[in-house]
């Protein structure tokens, strides 16, 4: 039996879906275009690989857009595809089993988290209280959904000229989420007293990984699995922080698509590392699409849990 799998085709683009609904409360005209164009793309490589089991989802702004139903609608009609709205608490168990070879089981326990475009899932790993490794998910002790991701952050404070002082109030706003979670109150007391890693599976991460590497352009290969020291995080943010606009346009691990976007994500990563500092991070170049292979396999018997 196999233990995982090999990638044999993939494709990402961003689509920026949840562009506007902070504001509007609806996703655009344009956005959705660009979203189904991208699945268009991605039925056509469904059909040329002969799939025939799949689990498609769609997360946040189609969670809080009121006309969310209505893309589906449209997603159905105009590509073939059917979209199930993961929930949050499945969005953030099935990062979790996206980022599991990544676990350092070693430590104490792990913050993940996953910075998305209209929200971000914290999810704490603990190890306590229960015999270590196998499936993490029977680990966590505690999860959240922030209604906060690099796009509704970067329309609320501004995403092209971010000075210190924008970067601030960005890293407020996430703080005062943070500040509400009760049932995270005892983490930082765990953190002092053990010893624990940071686990990031997004964008945010992996540029920040990419950048301090020196890639000439982005390599997978390299960035999965990463580990970065909390000095070597601090230095990469403060580094994009001083970047204008035009050079995190020519960085080649940054590019258009996410120049607006890259500091809006440090900075939720900011709220984060003040609130419960960990000495490491890992980064991963993997998550939610990972973990709903993983759980497929799975339920198919193809691999072990």
């Known amino acids: 039996m196999h233990r995982s799998f090999r990638v044999v085709d993939a494709f990402s683009r961003i689509v920026r879906l949840g562009e506007g609904v902070s504001m509007t409360g609806r996703l655009s005209d344009a956005a959705m275009d660009r979203a189904v164009e991208a699945l268009r793309i991605c039925r056509a490589k469904l059909d040329a690989r002969g799939v025939e089991r799949a689990r498609l989802v769609a997360t946040e702004a189609c969670r809080i857009a009121e006309n969310g139903a209505d893309f589906l609608e449209r997603v159905v009609e105009e590509t073939g595809l059917e979209l199930e709205v993961l929930s949050r608490e499945t969005e953030a168990r099935l990062a979790v089993a996206g980022c599991a070879s990544l676990v350092d089981w070693d430590a104490d326990g792990v913050v993940l988290f996953d910075i998305g475009g209209g929200s971000s899932e914290l999810v704490w790993l603990d190890f306590a209280e229960a015999r270590r490794g196998g499936d993490p998910t029977r ?145 991963a170049d993997r998550g939610l699409r990972e973990g709903i292979l993983t759980e497929l396999m799975i339920a198919d018997g193809r691999i072990r849990r």
């Open 139 to 283: 680990h966590i002790r505690a999860w959240t959904s922030l209604p906060l991701g690099v796009v509704t952050l970067s329309e609320r404070h501004g995403g092209v000229s971010v000075d210190p002082t924008v970067f601030e109030a960005m890293v407020d706003d996430v703080e005062s989420h943070l500040a509400a979670l009760a049932d995270w109150e005892p983490l930082a007391a765990a953190i002092a007293g053990g010893e624990y890693h940071m686990l990031g599976t997004s964008g945010t991460v992996t540029t920040l990984a990419g950048v301090h590497l020196g890639l000439k352009r982005y390599d997978r290969r390299r960035v999965d699995g990463t580990w970065l020291h909390d000095d070597e995080v601090g230095e990469m943010i403060d580094l994009l922080l001083g970047m204008s606009f035009d050079d995190r346009v020519a960085n080649p691990c940054i590019g258009a698509d996410r120049a607006d976007l890259v500091l809006a994500g440090c900075a939720i990563l900011e709220a984060i590392r003040r609130r419960w500092r960990c000495e490491r991070l890992r980064v």
